[in-house]
C-alpha cells in the first residue's frame, strides 16, 4: 500500500471511492442540485420539465409574511442561543474544571440528552409547559393561580424546548473549546492580586471564549433550521423559516417556493458560519 | 525571634481523604532578603508547603506570619507575596508585557506608571524589548524570566518558586541558577524554592530545609548540611557518603568492627554506638595519616575532573573520589592505602 | 485555591439547578410514562404499565419501530462499509481530486437537514422512491456517511504506518494486509461508526418527515405524526422505549470497545 498515483491503484482508488460518491451524489449533491433548479422552476412539482423563473424569489422577497418569518427566524436564533449558551456555560466550566471522581458520569449526564430524539424531549416540554402540565398543574394544585399560564402552543414555549434541547451541543462545543483553561493559571492570577471576580473577567472568561463562540454558533445554526420543535411547541402560531419550508414542501406542496426559502435559510446559514470563522480568526490574532 | 520577616510554626496539611499529613509539624523562619531553599524527594510535601504559605490551599493547623502579620485570614490576592510556577501559569492571551502588568493593574497602579514598572522589570530580567510578544513566541527560558519579572514586578514581600528551572534543560538551568540568585541578591526579595535537586539547592540557598515524608529532617546552612547532617537520610539525600557503625571507646575514637579503629574530631558520649560519614572526595591516596585503611581497588570509573574508586577494604567497600590531577592514577586490581583526616570523619547527629 | 462554604454551595445549587433543567423533559416522560389517563396531565393519577401495554398492542408503532431498526441496521453497515472504503483512499492514497473529496464528506455537516430535506424529495420523486425503503436508506446515508469517514478515518490515521510496511515486506499482499493487520487494529472505529450511523438513523426526524408516509413511517415520524393530534401518555412510554434504546445501544459499545476510544 504505497501513497504513488500509480497505474495498479486506479482501479483500486476507483473501487474505494466509487461507492460512497454514488451514495453521496445521490443523497447528497443531487438534492441541492435539484434544489436550485427548482427555486428557480415554473413547475409545480419543482420538476426539471418548468422553464425558468425568478418568481419564487419575488414570492418570498415581496411578501411581508416572509420577512416576518425571516424576522422570527433569526429573533428565535438569537435568543435561544443566548440563553442556551448562558445556561450551559456554567455546566461547562463545572465539568471542566471538577476534579471530583463523579466527572465521568456528570459529563455523560449532561450529553446524554443527545441520545434522545429531540421529538421524544419536545413531548417532554409539551407536558411540562403544557396547560395542564407539570408547571401549571402544580400552580393550580397550590392555588397560586385559577386559570392556566400560557407557556406552550407559542413563542416563550417553542424557545424554551429549543434552549434544552440544543444545550448538550453547547456543552460539548465548550468543553473541547476550553483546553487554554487551566486552575494554576488562575491561581497565578490569584497571587497577583485578581480576586475571584476579577479572576473571572481577566483570566477565566477570555480563555474560554472561543469555546463559547463555537457553542453559540452551532445552537444558532441548529435552531434556524430546527421543525419539529418550533412546529410542535408552536402549536401552529410560531412562524419560522423551517416550519415554513416544511409547510411549503409537505402540506401546501408547493415545491418551488419551499425549494426558495430554503435557498434562502442555506444563505444565512454560510452567512453566519462566515460571520463566526473571521471572529474567531479576529479572537486568535 | 518575632521580628523575623516569615515565621512558619508548627504547620501541618492533611488532605482530606488521605490518612496521614502531608505536611507534618514543619517549623521554619527567614530573615529578610534571606533565599530558602526546600529540598527533598517526590511527595515529601513541599509543594503543599508552599501552597500554604500562598494561600492557595489552608493549612489543617499551624501558623504563618509575614512581618509578624498572621496569614489565616488573609486570602490568597491581598498576601502581596509573588510566586513563580513550574510550568510558568503566563497568560496564554496577553503579551509579555500584559503579563507583567497584570499584578499592577490589579493594585491599581497607574497606567504611566505601570509602564514604567514593567519596562524596569523587563530589563532586569533580560528581557528588554520583548514585551510585545506573545507568551508562545517566547522559549522556555524566556518564559521562565517572564514569570519571574511578572511576580517581582509587585515588589513581593515574599517570593515562592516551585521548581522553577526543572522545565530548562541542564545548560540553561545552571545559567538560570545565577541569575536567579543575582537578580534576588539585587532586590533585596526574601524567597522560598522548591527544588529536588539537591546542586540546585546547595548553589542557590542561603539555607536549605531537607525534608523527609512531610518533616524537616534538618535545616541550615549548605555547608552545615553538608558536613554536619543530622540524620542519616540528609547525609544520604545531600552528596554520596561512606557510613560507618562504630562504639565509642576513647574520646575521639570509634571501634568499627571488622575495620578497626577511626579517630574523628567531634564530641561523641564515650560507650555510645556512633554512625561516622565519610565523603568520598575527602579520601586520599596513600598518604599517612590516622585512619588508614589498606584495600584494592575494584573497579574504577574516570569521570573527567575526578576518578571514582570501589576500594574494597576487609569485607567493605569504600567509594572514593580522587582528583585526576593528583599525580599517578592506581589502576584495576592494585593495593592502595586509603587516609582520611580525623576531621572530614562527622558523627551524623551532632549538627550544631 | 479554596473557596468559602457559603460560595461553593450556591454554585453547586446553580449547577444543580442547570442539570434538572437539562433532564427535566426526560425525567417528566419517564414519570408520565406510567400515567394510564387519555389526556395529558399532571401529576399522574395512578400509576400503572398500562401505556406500555398500549404501545406494545399498537400496531402502528410496532411496525414502525420494526421499520426503524431494519432502516437503522441497513444504513448503519451501508454508512460503515462505504465509509471505511473512502477513509483508506483519503488516508493511504494520494489523488488528484483529494481536496474534493475530502470536502464532500464534511459538507453534510454544514447543510442544514431541513434544507436537504426539500433537495431529496425532489431527487427521490424523481426515482419514484419517495415513501419506500431504498428511498429512505439513501437518504440516511447522505448524513451518516461523514460520520463514519470521520471516526474511521481517525482510527486509520492512529494505525502505526510502520506495521502495515513491516507486513508487505514479508510478503503479504496489499489485500492481506488490509484483511489481517488494518482492518483488525481500526475494528473499534468501525465499530463505533457503525454504531453512530444507527442512532442517527434510528432518532432522524427533520429528513425522514420529508420523504416517509405510512408505507416507510419510522418511530420518530410516527411519534411526531402522533403529537399533532394527541399527547396521551402512550407517546411518554413509547418515548422511554426509544431511549432505553439509544441507551442499551451505547452502553453495549461502552462495554465492547469504550466509547470515549471509539468516538
Ligand atoms: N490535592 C491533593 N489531595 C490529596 N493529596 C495530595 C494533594 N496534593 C498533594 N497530595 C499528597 O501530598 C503529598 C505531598 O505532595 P506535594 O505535592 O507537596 O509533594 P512535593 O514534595 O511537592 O513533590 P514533588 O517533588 O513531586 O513535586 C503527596 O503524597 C501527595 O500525594
Ligand atoms: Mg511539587
Known amino acids: 500500500m504505497t501513497t504513488s498515483d500509480r497505474k495498479g491503484n486506479r482501479g483500486i482508488l476507483l473501487l474505494l471511492l466509487l461507492p460512497g460518491l454514488l451514495a453521496l451524489g445521490v443523497s447528497f449533491v443531487a438534492p441541492l442540485l435539484w434544489l436550485l433548479r427548482a427555486s428557480f422552476s415554473t413547475s409545480a412539482l419543482g420538476g426539471a420539465d418548468g422553464s425558468w423563473t425568478l418568481a419564487n424569489y419575488a414570492d418570498v422577497v415581496l411578501d411581508p409574511f416572509y420577512w416576518r418569518v425571516a424576522g422570527n427566524t433569526l429573533n428565535y436564533g438569537l435568543t435561544v442561543a443566548a440563553f442556551a449558551v448562558v445556561l450551559s456555560y456554567p455546566i461547562a466550566l463545572f465539568l471542566a474544571r471538577t476534579t471530583s471522581r463523579w466527572r465521568g458520569v456528570l459529563t455523560a449526564l449532561a450529553i446524554a440528552p443527545l441520545l434522545t430524539s429531540g421529538v421524544v424531549r419536545t413531548y417532554g416540554w409539551m407536558v411540562i409547559l403544557g396547560d395542564q402540565g407539570v408547571i401549571n398543574g402544580t400552580l393550580q394544585a397550590l392555588s397560586l393561580i385559577q386559570t392556566p399560564i400560557r407557556l406552550s402552543n407559542n413563542f416563550l414555549g417553542a424557545t424554551i424546548a429549543m434552549i434544552e434541547i440544543l444545550m448538550p451541543y453547547a456543552i460539548l462545543a465548550m468543553l473541547s473549546g476550553f483546553g487554554r483553561l487551566n486552575t494554576q493559571l488562575e491561581e497565578a492570577a490569584a497571587m497577583l492580586g485578581a480576586n475571584r471576580l476579577k479572576v473571572f473577567w481577566r483570566i477565566i472568561l477570555p480563555l474560554s471564549l472561543p469555546g463559547v463562540i463555537t457553542a453559540a454558533l452551532l445552537v444558532f445554526v441548529l435552531a434556524i433550521s430546527g421543525f419539529v420543535t418550533p412546529r410542535l411547541m408552536g402549536g401552529g402560531r410560531v412562524f419560522v423559516l423551517g416550519t415554513e419550508v416544511f409547510q411549503e414542501a409537505t402540506v401546501t406542496l408547493n415545491l418551488p417556493l419551499a425549494a426558495a426559502l430554503a435557498m434562502l435559510l442555506l444563505v444565512l446559514f454560510s452567512s453566519v458560519i462566515v460571520i463566526y470563522r473571521r471572529a474567531l480568526r479576529a479572537l486568535e490574532a | 525571634m518575632a521580628d523575623k520577616h516569615v515565621i512558619v510554626e508548627q504547620l501541618v496539611k492533611t488532605y482530606p481523604g488521605s490518612g496521614a499529613p502531608s505536611v507534618d509539624h514543619v517549623d521554619f523562619d527567614l530573615e529578610k532578603g534571606e533565599m530558602l531553599a526546600l529540598l527533598g524527594p517526590s511527595g515529601c510535601g513541599k509543594t503543599t508547603i508552599l501552597r500554604m504559605v500562598a494561600g492557595l490551599i489552608t493549612p489543617t493547623s499551624g501558623r504563618i506570619r509575614l512581618d509578624g502579620r498572621d496569614m489565616a485570614e488573609i486570602p490568597v490576592h491581598k498576601r502581596n507575596m509573588g510566586m513563580v510556577f513550574q510550568s510558568y501559569a503566563l497568560f496564554p492571551h496577553m503579551s509579555v508585557a500584559e503579563n507583567v502588568a497584570f499584578g499592577l493593574e490589579m493594585r491599581g497602579v497607574p497606567k504611566a506608571e505601570r509602564a514604567a514598572r514593567v519596562e524596569r522589570a523587563l530589563d532586569l530580567v533580560k528581557l528588554r524589548g520583548y514585551g510585545e510578544r506573545r507568551i508562545t513566541q517566547l522559549s522556555g527560558g524566556q518564559q521562565q524570566r517572564c514569570a519571574i519579572a511578572r511576580s517581582l514586578v509587585i515588589e513581593p514581600q515574599l517570593l515562592l518558586l516551585d521548581e522553577p528551572l526543572s522545565n530548562l534543560d541542564a545548560k540553561l538551568r545552571d545559567e538560570m541558577r545565577e541569575e536567579i540568585r543575582d537578580i534576588q541578591a539585587r532586590t533585596g526579595v526574601t524567597a522560598i524554592f522548591v527544588t529536588h535537586d539537591q546542586d540546585e539547592a546547595l548553589s542557590m540557598a542561603d539555607r536549605l530545609a531537607v525534608m523527609s515524608a512531610g518533616r524537616i529532617e534538618q535545616i541550615g546552612t549548605p555547608r552545615q548540611i553538608f558536613d554536619r547532617p543530622a540524620t542519616e537520610f540528609v547525609a544520604n539525600f545531600i552528596g554520596a557518603g561512606n557510613f560507618l557503625t562504630g562504639t565509642v571507646v576513647e574520646p575521639h575514637q570509634a571501634n568499627v568492627p571488622g575495620l578497626g579503629m577511626v579517630v574523628f574530631g567531634l564530641d561523641a558520649p564515650l560507650g555510645k554506638d556512633v554512625r561516622l560519614l565519610v565523603r568520598p572526595h575527602r579520601f586520599t591516596l596513600n598518604g599517612k595519616g590516622e585512619n588508614a585503611f589498606e584495600g584494592v581497588v575494584r573497579h574504577l570509573v574516570y569521570r573527567g575532573d575526578t576518578l571514582t574508586l570501589d576500594v574494597d577494604v576487609k569485607d567493605r567497600t569504600f567509594l572514593v573520589d580522587l582528583p585526576t590531577h593528583a599525580g599517578t592514577l592506581p589502576e584495576r586490581g592494585d593495593r592502595v592505602t586509603l587516609t582520611v583526616a580525623r576531621d572530614d570523619v562527622t558523627v551524623i547527629g551532632t549538627a550544631a | ?263
Open chain 3, 1 to 263: 485555591m479554596e473557596t468559602s462554604l457559603p460560595a461553593k454551595f450556591a454554585w453547586r445549587l446553580l449547577i444543580g439547578l442547570l442539570y434538572v433543567f437539562l433532564l427535566a423533559p426526560i425525567i417528566i416522560v419517564f414519570v408520565v410514562s406510567f400515567d394510564t389517563r387519555q389526556y395529558l396531565a399532571f401529576p399522574p393519577e395512578s400509576l400503572s404499565f398500562g401505556s406500555y401495554v398500549k404501545v406494545f398492542q399498537n400496531a402502528d408503532f410496532i411496525s414502525a419501530f420494526w421499520r426503524s431498526l431494519l432502516i437503522g441496521a441497513i444504513v448503519g453497515l451501508g454508512a460503515v462499509t462505504v465509509g471505511t472504503l473512502i477513509s483508506l483512499a483519503l488516508t493511504r492514497y494520494r489523488f488528484r481530486g483529494e481536496g474534493a473529496v475530502n470536502f464532500l464528506v464534511i459538507a453534510p455537516f454544514i447543510v442544514p437537514n431541513i434544507v436537504l430535506g426539500v433537495g431529496l424529495v425532489l431527487v427521490l420523486a424523481g426515482f419514484g422512491l419517495l415513501d419506500t425503503y431504498p428511498g429512505i436508506v439513501l437518504a440516511h446515508l447522505g448524513i451518516t456517511i461523514p460520520y463514519t469517514v470521520r471516526t474511521v478515518s481517525m482510527s486509520l490515521m492512529s494505525v502505526d504506518r510502520r506495521v502495515e510496511e513491516a507486513a508487505l515486506v514479508h510478503g503479504a499482499s496489499p489485500f492481506n494486509v488490509f484483511w489481517r493487520i488494518t482492518l483488525p487494529l481500526i475494528r473499534p472505529g468501525i465499530i463505533a461508526g457503525g454504531v453512530i450511523a444507527f442512532l442517527i438513523s434510528f432518532d432522524e426526524t427533520t429528513i425522514s418527515l420529508f420523504i416517509v408516509s405510512v408505507r416507510s413511517s419510522t418511530l420518530p415520524t410516527e411519534i411526531y405524526r402522533y403529537l399533532e393530534y394527541s399527547t396521551d401518555p402512550q407517546i411518554a412510554a413509547l418515548s422511554v422505549v426509544l431511549i432505553l434504546i439509544s441507551v442499551a445501544v451505547v452502553i453495549v459499545l461502552e462495554r465492547l470497545i469504550g466509547l470515549r476510544k471509539a468516538v
